[in-house]
Every structure is written in C-alpha cells, then in structure tokens.
C-alpha cells in the first residue's frame, strides 16, 4: 500500500514540474494550454502583470500625434491637447461670458453729469459696477450702459481693478465735451475671476478702442 502511495505521489510530482515548466516557457501558448489543463480560474495573460505595473494613471493625457504602439497597447489615454488656459467647464456653462470677446463690451459716449451710481465690486476683484442709473439721465436716455456693466475704462485709459476713487477720479478729470464709457456687459467674477481677461488683452482692447 505505501509502494503505490509513493508511486502516485511521485506522478503527481512529475505532472506538477511539467506544469511548471510549461507556465514559464518561452512560447506563450504553452502558457495558455497548462492553464487550460489545469482548470485554473487564472484571467490575466503572461505579461499582464507587467502592463499592470506601467499603466499610466487615468488622469494621463497624450497628445494623438505623439501616440505610439507601446501607448495603446498599455491602453494609455490618447486626448488632444488643449491650448485654452481658462476652463472648459466655465466656457460650456450656459451663463458663461467670455470676457475676451469683444461683443461682450459696449462703448457709450456721455455728457456730465450722467447720472451713474457706481459701486466697488468685492475686494477680491477689484473695479467698479454700475449700481443704477438716474431716472431721466444722460445715461437712461442713452440706453448703452445697464445696471451691473463692469466700468473698464473712461475714453483711452483703463481702470478695470481699480479702486472706487481713482476709477471715479478718471471721469471727474476728464475735459472732453463727451466722455466714453467702456463698459463689460457681465459679472465680477467674469472679468476677475480664473476665466477672466488677461491684463494684456484688456490693455490691447483698449488702446484700439
């Protein structure tokens, strides 16, 4: 009885080398073939482990025209680069007003008094808005300034972020028969905010204005 105990377990050793052997062969299918055999509930190929350990994290991002095999064999997110330094997700907002068009601003020629009460915006932002207009103004009768207008500049010069006294000193000085009042036709947050207009094209806008 020992005998035969010991000439199976010998079988069984063989057969287990033989698998061995076959897991680790330098053919792939020989691979597949003892997993098959040997009815285990294994699901990853030879060299997934490996691809495991270099997978790129999801947030990866690379560019289509710098894609390579190794990257969609590694499954490696392939997304065009964006260019845009202000969010996506503002711009796909349907309350979102780009502060960099000019559409968005409005020129109004106006005699003193004009009859505008300007407010400071939170300090965090900076400028002045438009609070109200005085029933029968200059400004009312105009039509081009709104209540809640960003005041950008007053004829050539640009006080966007300015504080409520040099923003204000900037129409108290001007001499013209006429000043022009440039205003954004949106929030605070729109014009100052992270998708706000850089000072370089507020200062373009301007002097072309």
Known sequence: MKSILLLYSTIAARSATTMLVGAFSSTPQSYFAVRHRSGTSLSMGLFDGVKDAFSAPAASSINSERETPIDRWMGWNVKPMDDGSRSVAAKNDDNFVDSMDDVNYKTAPLKKPMGIVFEE???????????????????????TIKPGDQLVAV???????????????????????????????????????????????????????
């Open 121 to 143: 915006n939170d300090e965090e932002y900076g400028g002045i808005f438009v609070l109200s207009l005085t029933e029968g103004g200059i400004a009312e009768q105009d039509g």
């Open 155 to 209: 004829n050539k010069s640009k006080v966007a972020g300015f504080a409520f006294d040099p923003a204000l000193g900037e129409i108290v000085k001007s001499e013209e028969e006429v000043t022009n009042l440039v205003v954004f036709r949106g929030t605070q947050e729109q014009l100052y905010g992270p998708t706000g207009a850089s000072q370089e094209w507020l200062d373009e806008f301007v002097a072309k204005n």
